[in-house]
C-alpha cells in the first residue's frame, strides 16, 4: 500500500504518518513510498487503539444505551448518602437530572415530589440501580464538636449555684426557606428596618435581637435560608426555647422549610408555622397546610396540635396574635434560669474588628454577664471590657436570654463556642492549661480550614483550585467552607490554601500569587495597596456581599479545570442480513432494524457474537431501495452505505450511535 494512500485513511499529513510510524514499532525508513498491506492493516488497528486511548485521556465518555434515558451508564462512581435527602439534593450528588432520579423513584414505588424526604435506604437503591456505589455519609467533624459543646453546656446549665430560679425570656429562633420573609418578619417586630442591610435582601449571618410585647421581653435568633447556611440554621435551633418557621402562602413548603421542622423536632423546640405573605394574590393556605399534613404535621384547626398563623409580615398584619402564641408556647415549656449564677451561654457569632479588635456576639443562658468579667469561650479568654446590646447601646449586664456584643476576648472565638465566667485571671490560665482543647493559637484571624478528604484516604488526584478567603465572620466562613467541600469533585477541588478575617492586604495577594490561586473577600474591602499589587501581577481578587455570587465564580473556576464530556447516544442497533458489496474502502449490505432507529451521517460499532469487531465506522447513507432516506424505524429493512474497512459480515451486528462534545460544569 502506499504511504499517501495510508495517511489518507488516518486521516493525517503523509510527513505526520512517517514521524509517528516510528512510534508504533514500525521503521519503514525516512524515503519509504510504500508499506506492505498486512503491515499496514496493523498499522491502522494501532492508531485506531492510540487514538480512542488519546479521546478517553482528553474526555471523560459517557456512554447513554438505548432505554437508559438521559442518565446513561456511570462506572461504578460512589457516593456518600445522608441519613435523609430531598430528591433535589439526592440528584445534585449523582449528578444527574431532578427528573431522572424522580423517575427511578417511581419505578421502585415511592411517588416523592421534588422537596419530599426519602431515607437512606431508599436513596441508596435508587442509586445502585443508576450504576452508583453509595455508603453512609459521616458526620462533619464541626458537627461532633458543636453536639460536643452542646453537651457541655447541657451540663454547666445542670450546676445552679442556687436556689434563685426566676421565669426568663424565651429565645425564639426564626427559621425557613431563603426569601419567606422572616427577616422582614422581625422587622415588622422589632420595627427597625434589617432587610435593606441585608446583601441580596437575604440573611448570611444569624442576627440577635429582642423585642417587647405585652411587658414581656422575647428574644429573636433570625437565621439564614439559603442551603449554605445549614450549619448556622442548626446551632440557631439548639439555642433556642420556641421556633417560628416561616412558610411564605404563595410558595410553600421548600427544601430549607423541611430543614428547619426536622431541626426543629431533633432539638425538640416547641414550634409553630407562621405563614406568611397571605397578602397575596396567589396565596393558599389550604395548599400549605395540606403540605404539612402531608409530612405528619396536622393543623390545629384541622384537629391536630400544629399551630399555623396566618401573617403579613409587609402589612404587619396578624402579628400580636403570632406573639400571643409564642408566649402561649412559652409559658408551657416554664422557661427558667438563675440570674445570681456566674453567666453561661452561647457564641453565636464572632469577627475581627478593625478599630475595636475580636468582638463576640453571645447570648447568656445562665446567670448575668457583666463587664470586667473574667470568660473563657472555647479555647480562648479575656476580661469583658465592654457590652452592647443589639441596637449598639453599651450596657452593664446582661441577663438570662439577652444577647450582647462582647468586646475583651483576646483572639476571636469559633462560632458555636459555650463561654463561662471564672472568678479571676489566674483561673483563666489554669483552665486553659489544663484544657483537653486547648491548643496554642498565634495572636491572628488566620484559621486553618477543615480537610474534606476522609482521614486515611488518599486525596484524590486532579486539579486544585487554590484560594485565599478573607471574611468579615466565622459563621461566614463556616458557611462557604462547606459549600466548597460539596463543589469538590475528582478532577477539580477547592483547596483553601489562607483564610483569615477582615480586609485583603498584600500578604494575600502575594500569598495567591505565590500559589498561583485567586482571592475572595466575602463582606470585606480590599486595601488600596492590595489592589494594586493585584492588578500588577494579573491576581484575581474580588469581594462579594451575596454568597451565591461567590459561589458561582468559584463554580466558573473550577469548570475550567475539567475535561470535555464525549457524548456517545445510542440511537439504533441493526443485523446485518446479506452483504451486497464490499469494496476496499467501503461496503453496503442490507440490515434489519431490531432496535431504535437508522439514520445516515451516523457511526457504528461492529459486534460479532457478542465481541466488539471495529468501532468509529461512518453510515454514509441509508436506502429504502433505490430511495436514499433520512432514517428507517424499528422492524424495518434497508440497505446502508458504510465509509471503513470492509470488516462486516452477515449475521454481525451494528451499533448506530451519535457523539456530541459538551464542556462539563460544576453543578451543571
Not at 417587647?212 to 437565621?223: A, H, Q, S, V
Request: net charge neutral; glycine share 8%; charged share 25%.
Amino acid at each position: 500500500m502506499n504511504i499517501t494512500e495510508l495517511a489518507r485513511r488516518l486521516k493525517i499529513p503523509t510527513q505526520q504518518l512517517k514521524d509517528e510510524l516510528p512510534k508504533l514499532g514500525f521503521d519503514i525508513g525516512r524515503r519509504a513510498i510504500k508499506i506492505d498491506d498486512a503491515v499496514a492493516e496493523k498499522v491502522v488497528k494501532l492508531w485506531s487503539e492510540r487514538q480512542q486511548q488519546r479521546q478517553q485521556q482528553s474526555y471523560v465518555v459517557v456512554e447513554r444505551r438505548l432505554g437508559e434515558g438521559a442518565a446513561g451508564r456511570t462506572a461504578n462512581r460512589e457516593v456518600k448518602l445522608p441519613p435523609t435527602l430531598t430528591p433535589r439534593e439526592f440528584a445534585a450528588l449523582l449528578g444527574l437530572p431532578a427528573t431522572t432520579v424522580i423517575g427511578e423513584l417511581f419505578k421502585n414505588g415511592v411517588m416523592a415530589s421534588i422537596n419530599e424526604r426519602i431515607d437512606f435506604d431508599t436513596a441508596s437503591i435508587v442509586a445502585q440501580d443508576l450504576g452508583f456505589a453509595t455508603s453512609p455519609a459521616e458526620a462533619q467533624s464541626s458537627d461532633k464538636a458543636e453536639e460536643a459543646a452542646s453537651a457541655g453546656l447541657a451540663e454547666l446549665l445542670r450546676r445552679d449555684s442556687s436556689g434563685n430560679v426566676e421565669p426568663r425570656p424565651p429565645v425564639v429562633v426564626v427559621m425557613g426557606h431563603v426569601d419567606h420573609g422572616k427577616t422582614t418578619l422581625l422587622d415588622a417586630i422589632r420595627e427597625a428596618n434589617v432587610v435593606q442591610q441585608e446583601s441580596g435582601a437575604i440573611t448570611q449571618h444569624i442576627g440577635a435581637y429582642q423585642a417587647e410585647t405585652k411587658g414581656r421581653k422575647i428574644t429573636f435568633l433570625d437565621t439564614p435560608g439559603h442551603e449554605a447556611f445549614s450549619a448556622m440554621r442548626s446551632r440557631g435551633g439548639r439555642l433556642a426555647d420556641i421556633a417560628i418557621i416561616v412558610v411564605a402562602a404563595d410558595d410553600g413548603l421548600q427544601p430549607q422549610t423541611i430543614e428547619a421542622i426536622e431541626i426543629a423536632q431533633r432539638e425538640k423546640l416547641a414550634f409553630l408555622i407562621a405563614i406568611n405573605k397571605v397578602d397575596k394574590e396567589n396565596a393558599d393556605l389550604e395548599r400549605v397546610k395540606k403540605a404539612l399534613a402531608e409530612i405528619n404535621l396536622l393543623p390545629e384547626d384541622w384537629g391536630g396540635k400544629i399551630i399555623c398563623v396566618p401573617i403579613s409580615a409587609k402589612k404587619r398584619e396578624g402579628l400580636p396574635e403570632l406573639l400571643d402564641m409564642v408566649l402561649l408556647l412559652a409559658d408551657m415549656e416554664k422557661l427558667a434560669a438563675d440570674p445570681a449564677r456566674l453567666a453561661v451561654g452561647t457564641i453565636i457569632e464572632a469577627r475581627l474588628d478593625k478599630g475595636e479588635g475580636p468582638v463576640a456576639t453571645a447570648l447568656v443562658q445562665a446567670g448575668t454577664l457583666k463587664v470586667g468579667d473574667y470568660i473563657i469561650a472555647g479555647t480562648v479568654a479575656g476580661k469583658v471590657r465592654s457590652m452592647k446590646n443589639f441596637r449598639g447601646f453599651p450596657v452593664t449586664a446582661a441577663t438570662p436570654s439577652m444577647p450582647v456584643r462582647v468586646l475583651g476576648l483576646k483572639q476571636v472565638p469559633q462560632a458555636g463556642d459555650t463561654f463561662r465566667v471564672v472568678e479571676d485571671e489566674k483561673l483563666v490560665r489554669e483552665v486553659l492549661r489544663n484544657s483537653s482543647h486547648y491548643q496554642a493559637v498565634a495572636p491572628s484571624a488566620t484559621i486553618e480550614p477543615k480537610k474534606t478528604e476522609t482521614e486515611g484516604e488518599a486525596a484524590p488526584v486532579g486539579r486544585s483550585l487554590n484560594v485565599v478567603l478573607k471574611t468579615d465572620v466565622l459563621g461566614s466562613r463556616e458557611a462557604i467552607f462547606a459549600s466548597f467541600a460539596d463543589l469538590g469533585v475528582a478532577e477539580a477541588q477547592v483547596k483553601v490554601v489562607r483564610t483569615g478575617l477582615g480586609s485583603i492586604t498584600q500578604a494575600d495577594v502575594a500569598f495567591a500569587e505565590a500559589s498561583q490561586g485567586i482571592v475572595l473577600g466575602f463582606h470585606v474591602p480590599i486595601k488600596p495597596e492590595a489592589e494594586l499589587m493585584a492588578r500588577r501581577s494579573s491576581t484575581f481578587v474580588h469581594t462579594y456581599k451575596v454568597i451565591y455570587d461567590l459561589l458561582d465564580e468559584v463554580k466558573k473556576q473550577l469548570s475550567a479545570f475539567l475535561k470535555p464530556e464525549l457524548v456517545r447516544n445510542q440511537l439504533g442497533e441493526l443485523v446485518v442480513l446479506k452483504v451486497f458489496r464490499r469494496g476496499k474502502r467501503d461496503m453496503i449490505v442490507g440490515c434489519r432494524v431490531v432496535k431504535g432507529v437508522v439514520r445516515a451521517k451516523t457511526s457504528l460499532s461492529l459486534l460479532r457474537q457478542g465481541q466488539p469487531v471495529a468501532d468509529k465506522l461512518t453510515l454514509k447513507e441509508v436506502r429504502l431501495g433505490r430511495e436514499v432516506v433520512g432514517e428507517v424505524a424499528e422492524g424495518g429493512e434497508c440497505g446502508i452505505l458504510i465509509e471503513g474497512a470492509p470488516v462486516v459480515e452477515e449475521r454481525d451486528t451494528l451499533e448506530v450511535y451519535h457523539e456530541e462534545i459538551r464542556q462539563r460544569t460544576i453543578g451543571g
